[in-house]
């Protein structure tokens, strides 16, 4: 069966500091990596996903992931945290199907 | 342009009574989407549509849950006997296309329903 882990419920980075938040998958055949972010009473918004090519991607306000298909991780990182990146992230894969597939989310807070 | 947008944001419901929520995609957008997201846990898979077919609704927890999207745009997720665990942020999602595993879905604000 097709999940995603988020094994981390919270993230606590100070300002300035580099992020990681991570990601762990298990699918049948090719991934499809996708990292949303997602603000107190706002939809899901999109980051940056992982179709094929280079394994690390970059993506929006200054994000970027690494795929690892050896440890079947998708790690979402930042050099430098701004206190406006404090959301909840959600990283999410979709198989062989049309659905995305999600995990429970992490929560981020960058402290100034 | 114009994003995914949903109404109402926000819905009180007594326990019993039928609820519809309404979804406008982004405009040319083939395929639709809806989730429920639970309080603190991440979306949940309900149904999907490719322009007015529903080609999967194996997430549908019940059959009070129905979907349609009759023109191939606008969709409306209707939930018939309301009860308390219906209580969700339901959020809908579209993309340009179909058949591509790896396309975007791009995400409404999504409408919060409490049951009471």
């Known amino acids: 069966a097709q999940s995603v882990a988020q094994p981390e419920d919270q993230v606590n980075v100070a300002e300035g500091n580099p992020l990681t938040v991570k990601c762990t998958y298990s699918?049948?055949?090719?991934?499809?990596l996708f990292w949303y972010v997602q603000y107190p009473n706002r939809g899901l918004q999109f980051l940056l996903k992982?179709?094929?090519?280079d394994n690390l991607v970059k993506g929006s306000y200054g994000f970027e992931a690494e795929f690892n298909k050896s440890q079947t991780s998708f790690h979402l990182k930042k050099p430098s945290a701004l206190v406006s990146d404090s959301a909840l992230y959600f990283c999410?894969?979709?198989?062989?199907?049309?659905?995305?597939?999600w995990g429970a989310g992490t929560k981020l807070i960058i402290k100034p | 342009g114009a994003g995914v947008s949903q109404s109402p944001r926000y819905k009180v419901a007594k326990r019993g009574q039928d609820v519809a929520l309404r979804c406008d995609p982004i405009?040319?957008?083939?395929?639709l989407f809806w989730y429920q997201q639970a309080l603190g846990q991440g979306p949940e898979f309900l149904t999907y549509?490719?322009?007015?077919?529903?080609?999967?609704k194996s997430g549908l927890p019940s059959d009070r849950f129905f979907a349609e999207r009759p023109e191939g745009s606008v969709s409306t997720l209707k939930i018939q006997r309301t009860q308390q665990e219906d209580s969700a942020v339901y959020l809908c999602a579209s993309s340009l296309s179909s058949g591509r595993q790896g396309e975007t879905q791009y995400f409404g604000p999504g409408t919060r329903l409490l049951v009471l």
């Open positions: 992982y179709i094929t090519g």
């Open positions: 699918v049948s055949g090719n991934p499809y």
């Open positions: 549509f490719q322009n007015e077919a529903q080609l999967d």
């Open positions: 999410a894969v979709r198989g062989g199907n049309y659905q995305l597939i």
């Open positions: 405009s040319g957008h083939v395929s």
